[in-house]
């Protein structure tokens, strides 16, 4: 199954963030049905245009510890400045996809960018 990771701006909406994953799939070409996770850092999960995109999405909101975050980033391939000041890691999106996707996870999609957000995607790993 597949993990979207998203960053992004606190002013951003729902709206940026769906388009911005179904853009993500395309260009991964993976099909929608196959997502089954949207992830980003706890900062941000609690705001509503998360939720909401998850809700969208109809998959299952993840909110990752900024621990567990910046354990997953070094097995990202991204590293923006901006992310690193704001959240310690090179990408936000990539980073929480990898964690949410669990230590064996792996980049499908490295980091594409709307106005306001980010998206990686990662296979998560099996767990039997």
Avoid: K
């Avoid at 609690?46 to 980033?73: D, G, H, Y």
């Avoid at 000041?85 to 230590?103: D, Y």
Wanted: charged share 20%; aromatic share 2%.
């Amino acid at each position: 199954m597949i993990v979207a990771g998203v960053g992004f701006r606190r002013n951003v909406d729902a709206d940026e963030i769906v388009a911005l994953v179904e853009q993500a799939l395309a260009r991964a070409a993976v099909a929608r049905e196959a997502l089954d996770q949207l992830a980003t850092v706890e900062a941000l999960a609690a705001l509503s245009a998360f939720s909401e995109a998850a809700r969208r999405l109809a998959v299952t909101p993840i909110s990752v510890a900024e621990q567990v975050l910046i354990a997953a980033a070094p097995r990202g391939s991204t590293h923006s400045a901006r992310s690193m000041v704001a959240h310690g890691v090179g990408s936000v999106a990539e980073a929480a996809a990898l964690a949410a996707g669990g230590p064996q996870s792996e980049l499908i999609l490295e980091r594409i960018a709307s106005a306001s957000a980010t998206c990686a995607l990662a296979r998560r790993e099996i767990r039997s």
